[in-house]
């Protein structure tokens, strides 16, 4: 496994539900931007240029609140071997040093920037990420 991308995550007024604490819907957007701060900071510009990602597939497990005030970070890395155009990325997101408050497991499909017709994560793209 590579050494895990990390960012840190500002929490703001609007991510806060009626429940006073970071709404559910916000973590994919975490998940999200993590992924692709991830993608563009390891990928070459021709790589960006040439490819983008679509999500397949979420899960996600709740583990613990997180409320206005916390200090939060995302963990992010990928699996160690793509299937075809399909590479599995772990998402983790809570307080430093302690246990994920959400741990998200997200299947990312690999699609050409200009056809938009899927494409195999080439052996260029895996050596960057590990």
Avoid: C
Wanted: overall charge neutral; cysteine-free; aromatic content about 10%.
């Amino acid at each position: 496994m590579a050494e895990p991308f990390i960012q840190p995550i500002t929490i703001s007024p609007a991510d806060i539900d009626e429940l006073g604490h970071v709404n559910n819907t916000v973590y994919l957007r975490w998940v999200q931007e993590v992924a692709i701060a991830h993608w563009r900071a390891f990928a070459s510009a021709e790589l960006v240029s040439s490819y983008v990602w679509v999500v397949r597939r979420h899960e996600i497990d709740y583990r613990a609140p997180l409320m206005l005030g916390d200090e939060a970070i995302a963990r992010t890395w990928v699996a160690e071997t793509p299937q075809g155009a399909q590479w599995r990325r772990w998402v983790e997101i809570g307080k430093p040093g302690a246990p994920p408050a959400a741990s998200v497991a997200s299947d990312w499909v690999l699609l050409d920037a200009q056809t938009r017709r899927v494409k195999r994560v080439p052996p260029e793209i895996v050596a960057r990420f590990l």
